[in-house]
């Protein structure tokens, strides 16, 4: 059942935990899974792959589909492969039971790229049509550095954790978490992940415009430069309540698979990341997990020993 921008019982043909019967007869492979699903679903996909089916990463957040590809490399699949993928998830959506769903708005303005980059002309006509609102991308490192979500969720769950912990996330994650204090780190971390792009050819804009953008929040708070009026005039996300712990996939995700991945993107290019080596330590010591090593590093995503300018060649040419 669907409520929000989308009413009524809608029909699933198959509901299956088979991951072959889920696939059989497709034209497009949909991964609307956490980043850290990937390679899970690339083991249990190699061996039912014959390379005619497009593989929509939805979303691929930071470095998803290198990470998804290099994984199916590793599970022994040979043949070839192309994925495409967005920033961000299509939708703005919540689970309010069982088996219903709010969808609050669809994502505006939604960047999507390919794995091959010289694929993006085939891959953008063909997904176009399904989601019209996405918009192409130079290559998947520019949605690698634009996941927004890494951005403010990161320093939105560290600097609230004492909140969360206490009261069981009891607060609007938005509204009322992203404070200007919040929002002060998320400029920091934000002017840090501009600098990875500059530094690696690749186009960014700000975190405010982004979030303009893609339909979350009023002109007002876009042109005010304050990421916390930011959240809290954003409608999409008004009711949506904090995790209630920081087991959650705003830290497991938008830390280690989000800030990790964008620190090693960082290295490569010789760009000092202070803010997110913070949070990424920070985050580490409050769950006791080392996201540094655990996190989607450079040898997950394929990358490991490549200069800049064979890493910008390799994402062209999808080797």
């Not at 390919?114 to 694929?119: F, I, K, S, Y």
């Not at 840090?192 to 186009?203: F, K, Q």
């Not at 040898?299 to 490549?306: E, I, N």
Request: charged residues 20%; proline residues 5%.
């Amino acid at each position: 059942m669907a409520r929000g921008i989308v009413e009524g019982l809608v029909p699933i043909d198959v509901l299956t935990t088979d991951v072959a019967e889920a696939v059989r007869g497709a034209d497009l492979i949909m991964l609307v899974v956490p980043s850290v699903a990937h390679e899970t679903y690339a083991q249990a996909l190699a061996p039912l792959l014959d390379g005619s089916q497009p593989i929509f990463v939805n979303p691929g957040h930071t470095g998803g589909g290198l990470h998804f590809v290099h994984e199916l490399r590793r599970a022994g699949y040979r043949r070839p492969v192309r994925t495409c993928e967005t920033v961000t998830l299509t939708y703005i959506t919540r689970m309010e039971g069982p088996a219903t769903v709010n969808i609050y708005s669809y994502t505006k303005r939604l960047r999507f790229a390919t794995l091959p980059g010289r694929d993006c002309g085939e891959l953008f006509a063909l997904m176009k049509p399904l989601y019209p609102e996405i918009v192409a991308a130079s290559s998947v490192l520019e949605t690698a550095l634009a996941n927004i979500n890494a951005v403010f969720h990161s320093p939105g769950m560290i600097m609230n954790a004492g909140w969360i912990q206490h009261t069981g996330g009891d607060f609007l994650f938005y509204r009322e978490g992203i404070t200007d204090a919040v929002g002060r780190v998320t400029a920091a971390v934000d002017a840090e992940r501009m600098a990875i792009a500059r530094a690696l050819g690749v186009p960014a804009v700000s975190f405010l415009q982004l979030f303009y953008d893609a339909g979350l929040t009023t002109e007002g708070a876009l042109k005010s430069g304050d990421i916390s009026r930011a959240c809290i005039e954003s409608a999409p996300n008004q009711k949506i309540k904090s995790p209630g712990s920081l087991d959650h996939r705003y830290v497991h995700e938008d830390v280690g698979y989000g800030l990790v991945p964008m620190a090693a993107l960082a290295r490569v290019a010789g760009v000092p990341t202070p803010t997110m080596d913070a949070l990424i330590q920070l985050a580490g010591l409050s769950l006791g997990i080392d996201y540094a090593k655990d996190g989607l590093t450079l040898d997950k995503l394929g990358l490991a020993g490549q200069s800049v300018a064979e890493l910008l060649a390799n994402i062209e040419s999808g080797v």
